[in-house]
């Protein structure tokens, strides 16, 4: 990527890696410490979700639609926390230089189908149980986001491919 300043007679193309403020390192490291956050908030909302009061918070809880879908919602809540533990794993070959590795892709490809799987759940569930839009759109979202991670996968295998390649090339 490239970045570029321009001001008033002055234009300086360069690579991003030029500014100072941010680093790939501290960026894995954001990305580490989100998904912590991440992981640890889901855990701690599905132990919190059955005892929430009827009035939490500047909305009113729902205490019906979460015991009608509970299934669902623990059962997506089961797939977030293992792909948010993968993509940890992933996140720490990361840090220790290994990118493009197979097991990344397959990293990376059990987190597309995990969102993927939400996504179904979603959806599945909000018209059997009673047309909820918000439900379906998150569905979406969820299977949305699984397309992406497939397109990143790809993209990954493709660059271990090619490092595979040149790695044999003398």
């Known amino acids: 990527m490239f970045l570029l300043i321009i001001d008033k007679n002055v234009s300086m193309i360069g690579p991003m890696s030029m500014t100072p403020h941010w680093s790939a390192d501290r960026s894995l490291r954001l990305s580490v410490v989100c ?3 991440a992981l640890v908030g889901a855990a701690a909302a599905g132990v919190a979700a059955p005892f929430l009061p009827e009035d939490f918070g500047p909305v009113n809880f729902d205490r019906a639609g979460f015991v009608r879908y509970a299934p669902s919602i623990y059962l997506c809540l089961a797939i977030g926390l293992v792909a948010l533990v993968v993509l940890l794993r ?3 070959d990361i840090a220790r230089g290994e990118v493009f590795t197979l097991a990344n892709v397959r990293r990376i490809r059990a987190v597309s189908w995990a969102a993927v799987a939400i996504g179904v759940v979603c959806v599945v569930s909000a018209l059997a149980l009673d047309h909820r839009a918000s439900v379906v759109l998150i569905g979406l979202a969820a299977a949305f986001c699984g397309l992406v991670a497939r397109v990143i996968k790809n993209v990954v295998d493709t ?10 090339t003398i």
């Open 35 to 37: 998904t912590w956050v």
């Open 90 to 92: 992933l996140l720490t």
């Open 159 to 168: 660059a271990r491919l090619l490092k595979e390649d040149s790695d044999f």
